[in-house]
């Protein structure tokens, strides 16, 4: 099964990450969105007329595609993927602003194209600058919170000169022990 899901994962360009079973907390991202499912179907199974939860998932999950996120550079996944905007309002849906009366000559069709696709990679290279930013925020604060007040402490406390004793635990077996 893993080489079928790795030639798909290939022919995708899909960079696929394995992690340890039964160890949530090897796949944070993974856990984060799982957190945002069940508080998201907790809240919209509340309402009075609530369809069954395996309902919910398509809503809460257009809800999540269509919403921006700090890492994509405050775009949404949809913008991600199709390079504009949702259209949300059925006003949008029912009267576009936009309507062509007769059919698109493939020059126009194009040019169409090759704007949606320039605005696709200025929006991916935008949340690809997005993501660096982030990933070097998350960095400095996990170097903050591991260089605690303790080990400061320490290291002020010891100065150079100083007779320091260092302390050497036995081991519990008998066979670990040196014999000295």
């Not at 935008?126 to 260089?147: N, P």
Request: charged share 25%; aromatic share 6%.
């Amino acid at each position: 099964f893993m080489g079928v899901v790795a030639t798909v994962c290939e022919l995708l360009n899909i960079s696929h990450h394995r992690t340890t079973p039964y160890h949530p907390r090897a796949n944070g991202l993974c856990e984060v969105q799982h957190k945002l499912l069940t508080v998201e179907l907790r809240l919209r199974s509340a309402r009075p007329s609530c369809p069954e939860w395996p309902g919910l998932l398509t809503e809460i999950a257009f809800c999540h595609n269509v919403s921006p996120m700090k890492v994509l550079a405050n775009h949404s996944p949809f913008q991600m993927v199709f390079g504009r905007s949702p259209r949300l309002s059925a006003v949008d849906v029912c009267f576009p602003t936009k309507q062509s009366s007769k059919p698109m000559s493939q020059q126009q069709y194009q040019t169409h194209l090759d704007r949606l696709q320039r605005n696709l990679m200025g929006i991916r290279f935008d949340a690809s600058c997005a993501e660096i930013e982030e990933k070097e925020g998350r960095r400095v604060k996990h170097d903050i919170q591991r260089s605690t007040m303790k080990s400061a402490r320490e290291r002020t406390r010891f100065k150079p000169g100083m007779v320091v004793c260092k302390y050497k635990p036995t081991p519990l077996l008998k066979k670990l022990r040196s014999e000295e």
